[in-house]
């Protein structure tokens, strides 16, 4: 193709336009960016007259964040594309297609999931996904499993972690997730009604020991290859269908980071249910609903994932040391469970919100939310090297609410 440069949508069009098999040569393409524009730039490109669509996704060699600008590599454009092959293999069906990448352009050609939604705003609308923990908990276990020293031949692991070598976009998380919100960071972002809450945070020696113990697992611990960045707004869903997009964040990591995101997102909706269900009745259902989907997804991961290792354990010690599969699990539970909580806390204080609670409208409503979404996220941090099973997440939601 041709040098870095962002791309127009007419430029886009006549890339398409060169996809072997993909559009007649004299189609005619539409062409609109659909992204939000902050880090990339999506194009939704299609042929009317054949019903044909594409996603171009490409990377722009910086981030844009409240005015501000900072350089961001281009090759997470090729971290993306590879670790959506490898998901792909690994969990077949559960993300999008990739047809093509192109390193000089970081761009990311794949399927278009346009019949689906984004799962936030899915989630938000109230509809129900009875397969999500099925397929959700598919994901988890096959791609953590397989890319972990339990599953995968320990030479080959290391190696395919260098080519997941990812320091910025790490840093993203570690400073905006792990750090920024525990101190009085330029980059937190709250509304003045919830000042206390964020103080409360930066003075609460307690949990810095509990997050800093967090972060050091997430800068140390390559344990599988993770998605990074598994929330509710990277997942495409429809009630029969999950897929699994945005994976620009992988690299190796501690698994609970990947499963404590999906879990922190479900429960960041039950904080924010005030303002999308009619009735108290509907809430009450709803909030169910989600807290059901949190247990089984965890309870269906474990039981996916002890499938595998019975299968297809590849540590001799590993698999056979008494007692070390039940430690083993039990310590993901509670990495899982303090993950959790911090990928919620920062929705609420750090630098990036969610429309789950952002889009609230009446004030008072949203910053009970917010409240109860801070007291729901600090509690699962503290309870954290603590936990033993799944119903004490449940627990200190319901205490929380
Ligand atoms: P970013 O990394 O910038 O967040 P995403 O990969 O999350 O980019 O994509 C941003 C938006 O573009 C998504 O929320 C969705 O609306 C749209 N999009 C991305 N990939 C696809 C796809 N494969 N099919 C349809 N729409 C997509
Ligand atoms: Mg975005
Ligand atoms: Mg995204
Ligand atoms: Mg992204």
């Known amino acids: 193709m041709s040098a870095y440069h962002p791309l127009n949508e007419t430029e886009a069009i ?55 600008s900072w350089p961001l590599t281009l090759d997470r454009a090729r971290i993306e594309s590879e670790a959506l092959l490898l998901e792909g293999e690994l969990a077949p069906g559960l993300v999008p297609v990739v047809y093509l990448y192109d390193q000089e352009l970081a761009l990311t ?9 984004i799962m936030r705003q899915g989630l938000m609308n109230g509809t129900r996904y009875p397969l999500f923990a099925g397929h959700i908990s598919t994901f ?49 972002s709250f509304e003045e009604t919830i000042r206390d809450e964020a103080q409360a945070l930066w ?32 997942i495409f869903i429809t009630p029969e269908s999950t897929k699994v997009i945005d994976p620009e964040f992988a690299y190796f990591g501690p698994m609970g980071f990947d499963i404590g995101a999906v879990l922190a997102n479900l429960l960041l909706n039950f904080a924010g249910r005030e303002g999308w269900d ?34 297809h354990g590849v540590d001799r010690l590993a698999n056979t040391a008494p007692g070390y599969r039940e430690n083993y699990m039990e310590r993901l539970l509670q990495d899982t469970i303090g993950f959790a909580g911090c990928k919620m806390v920062r929705r609420v204080v750090g630098l990036a919100h969610v ?5 609230l409208e009446d004030a008072s409503a949203r910053e009970r939310a917010q409240r109860l979404a801070l007291r729901i996220g600090k509690s699962l941090i503290k309870l954290n090297r603590r936990a033993v099973s799944i119903d004490q997440l449940i627990d200190a939601v319901n205490s929380a609410s």
């Open 355 to 359: 429309a789950d609670i952002d889009k």
């Open 14 to 68: 006549e890339i398409a336009r060169k996809l072997e098999g993909v559009f007649a040569p004299d189609a005619q393409l539409a062409c609109r960016e659909i992204g939000d524009g902050n880090l990339n730039l999506v194009f939704h490109i299609t042929d009317s007259a054949s019903g044909r669509s594409i996603i171009m996704k490409q990377a722009l060699p910086y981030a844009k964040v409240v005015g501000e």
């Open 140 to 188: 988890l276990a096959r791609t953590l499993f397989f890319t972990s020293d339990l599953g995968r031949n320990q030479q080959e692991k290391k190696l395919l972690a260098r080519s997941f070598t990812n320091p910025e976009l790490c840093k993203i998380t570690e400073d905006l997730i792990f750090d920024d919100p525990y101190r009085d960071a330029d980059t937190n």
């Open 203 to 234: 003075n609460d020696g307690e949990l810095h020991l509990e997050v800093a113990l967090l972060r050091e697992k997430f800068l140390t611990r390559a344990q599988s290859l993770l998605h990074g960045d598994l929330h509710t707004g990277s």
């Open 109 to 117: 050609i794949m399927e278009d999931l346009s019949d689906h939604v």
């Open 278 to 311: 009619k009735t108290d009745a509907g809430r009450e259902s709803y909030r169910a609903y989600l807290l059901d989907t949190v247990k089984d997804i965890w309870s269906q991961f474990e039981e996916k994932f002890l499938a595998l290792w019975n299968e």
